[in-house]
Protein backbone atom coordinates (compact mmCIF):
# COMPACT_ATOMS: atom_id res chain seq x y z
CA UNK A 1 0.00 0.00 0.00
CA UNK A 2 1.45 3.36 -1.23
CA UNK A 3 0.34 6.58 0.37
CA UNK A 4 1.21 10.07 -1.89
CA UNK A 5 0.86 13.35 -0.40
CA UNK A 6 0.81 16.56 -2.95
CA UNK A 7 2.00 19.70 -2.13
CA UNK A 8 2.34 23.49 -3.90
CA UNK A 9 -1.03 24.27 -4.89
CA UNK A 10 -2.00 28.25 -4.40
CA UNK A 11 -3.06 30.80 -5.84
CA UNK A 12 -1.60 32.22 -8.84
CA UNK A 13 -2.30 35.29 -11.67
CA UNK A 14 -2.40 34.27 -15.02
CA UNK A 15 0.29 33.53 -17.03
CA UNK A 16 2.59 32.74 -13.84
CA UNK A 17 4.30 29.29 -12.95
CA UNK A 18 3.40 26.88 -9.92
CA UNK A 19 5.55 23.76 -9.15
CA UNK A 20 3.90 21.04 -7.50
CA UNK A 21 5.57 17.91 -5.50
CA UNK A 22 3.99 14.50 -5.07
CA UNK A 23 5.76 11.90 -2.18
CA UNK A 24 4.99 8.38 -2.32
CA UNK A 25 5.50 5.95 0.71
CA UNK A 26 7.14 3.67 -1.54
CA UNK A 27 7.92 2.56 -5.17
CA UNK A 28 6.23 2.65 -8.38
CA UNK A 29 5.97 1.55 -11.93
CA UNK A 30 4.74 5.52 -12.69
CA UNK A 31 3.07 8.65 -11.35
CA UNK A 32 0.99 11.07 -12.71
CA UNK A 33 -1.55 14.23 -12.55
CA UNK A 34 -5.00 14.33 -12.90
CA UNK A 35 -7.03 17.40 -12.02
CA UNK A 36 -10.84 18.12 -11.25
CA UNK A 37 -12.57 21.38 -11.87
CA UNK A 38 -16.27 22.12 -10.19
CA UNK A 39 -18.80 20.37 -12.33
CA UNK A 40 -16.10 19.08 -14.92
CA UNK A 41 -14.87 15.22 -14.31
CA UNK A 42 -11.45 14.38 -13.80
CA UNK A 43 -9.02 15.38 -16.35
CA UNK A 44 -5.58 13.60 -17.27
CA UNK A 45 -2.90 15.77 -16.89
CA UNK A 46 0.88 14.53 -17.06
CA UNK A 47 2.46 10.62 -16.50
CA UNK A 48 6.18 9.67 -16.38
CA UNK A 49 7.41 6.05 -16.39
CA UNK A 50 10.22 5.73 -14.20
CA UNK A 51 12.05 3.12 -15.96
CA UNK A 52 12.22 4.56 -19.53
CA UNK A 53 11.65 7.92 -18.68
CA UNK A 54 8.42 7.93 -21.04
CA UNK A 55 5.84 10.74 -20.67
CA UNK A 56 2.86 11.65 -21.85
CA UNK A 57 0.77 14.94 -21.29
CA UNK A 58 -3.13 15.78 -21.63
CA UNK A 59 -3.74 17.70 -24.61
CA UNK A 60 -4.88 20.96 -22.88
CA UNK A 61 -1.32 21.39 -21.13
CA UNK A 62 0.97 20.32 -24.00
CA UNK A 63 3.61 22.83 -23.89
CA UNK A 64 3.07 24.26 -20.79
CA UNK A 65 3.42 22.09 -17.81
CA UNK A 66 6.12 19.46 -17.24
CA UNK A 67 6.25 16.44 -15.59
CA UNK A 68 9.94 15.23 -13.67
CA UNK A 69 10.95 13.19 -10.56
CA UNK A 70 12.98 11.86 -8.85
CA UNK A 71 12.25 7.70 -8.54
CA UNK A 72 15.53 7.71 -5.59
CA UNK A 73 13.36 9.61 -3.28
CA UNK A 74 9.91 8.36 -5.04
CA UNK A 75 8.98 12.06 -5.67
CA UNK A 76 7.00 13.40 -9.03
CA UNK A 77 6.91 17.53 -10.04
CA UNK A 78 4.61 19.05 -12.06
CA UNK A 79 5.75 22.56 -13.64
CA UNK A 80 2.91 24.84 -14.65
CA UNK A 81 3.77 27.45 -16.67
CA UNK A 82 1.79 30.12 -18.79
CA UNK A 83 -1.36 29.47 -16.24
CA UNK A 84 -4.55 30.49 -17.57
CA UNK A 85 -7.81 31.10 -15.47
CA UNK A 86 -9.10 27.52 -16.96
CA UNK A 87 -6.25 25.61 -15.07
CA UNK A 88 -8.03 26.00 -11.76
CA UNK A 89 -9.18 22.66 -10.17
CA UNK A 90 -7.94 20.38 -7.65
CA UNK A 91 -4.53 18.31 -8.37
CA UNK A 92 -4.33 14.71 -7.73
CA UNK A 93 -0.95 12.85 -8.03
CA UNK A 94 -1.45 9.31 -8.91
CA UNK A 95 0.67 6.12 -9.22
CA UNK A 96 0.54 3.17 -11.12
CA UNK A 97 2.23 -0.25 -8.98
CA UNK A 98 3.19 -1.91 -12.71
CA UNK A 99 2.19 -1.23 -16.24
CA UNK A 100 -1.02 -0.31 -17.71
CA UNK A 101 -3.47 2.54 -17.28
CA UNK A 102 -5.30 2.24 -14.06
CA UNK A 103 -3.72 4.16 -11.26
CA UNK A 104 -3.96 2.10 -7.84
CA UNK A 105 -2.82 4.96 -5.41
CA UNK A 106 -4.36 8.46 -5.00
CA UNK A 107 -3.64 11.76 -3.14
CA UNK A 108 -5.82 13.55 -1.67
CA UNK A 109 -5.29 16.73 -4.63
CA UNK A 110 -3.65 19.96 -3.94
CA UNK A 111 -5.84 23.21 -5.19
CA UNK A 112 -4.78 25.33 -7.35
CA UNK A 113 -6.39 28.73 -8.29
CA UNK A 114 -5.33 31.01 -11.28
CA UNK A 115 -7.37 34.09 -11.24
CA UNK A 116 -7.56 36.61 -14.21
Not at 24 to 50: I, L
Request: aromatic share 12%; proline share 1%; charged share 15%.
Amino acid sequence: QVQLVESGGGLVQAGGSLRLSCVASGRTYAMGWFRQAPGKEREFVAVTVWSSGYTNYGGSVKGRFTISGDNDKNTVYLQMNDLQSEDTALYYCAGQRHSGTFYQYWGQGTQVTVSS
